[in-house]
């Protein structure tokens, strides 16, 4: 099954997204609400975005799947660091497990 896929919500790459912290004397990593909130932005589009998918039992895909995924273009964008953060938001929404995508192309578009 091919999916394609206009993202519309901002992204934080996941790579990005980690701090150190110190609590209790003690070193911790935590990630920015910003990397959480653009995480769960995520999930929600591609869950409305196959909400009719979904409901004929075709989502969540069983199989190997490919994806089409298209960004608004930014100059320093990390394409790769992007994709990694989508394909781990779509898991148990789009697919069960994120090595289900086989095929992944992304398409960064000009605005």
């Known amino acids: 099954m091919e999916l394609s896929f206009n993202l519309t919500a901002p992204i934080v790459p996941k790579k990005n997204s980690h701090s150190p912290g110190m609590r209790n004397g003690k070193m911790f990593i935590h990630r920015s609400s910003k990397a959480i909130n653009s995480e769960e932005a995520l999930h929600w589009e591609a869950y409305e975005a196959t909400k009719e998918h979904k409901r004929r039992g075709l989502i969540p895909i069983k199989d190997d799947c490919k994806l089409v995924l298209t960004f608004p ?39």
């Open 73 to 111: 273009y930014h100059a320093h964008a990390d394409a790769i660091g992007l994709a990694e953060t989508v394909l781990d938001a779509f898991q148990k929404v789009i697919y069960e497990n994120d090595r289900q995508a086989k095929d992944v192309r992304i398409i960064m578009e000009d605005k």
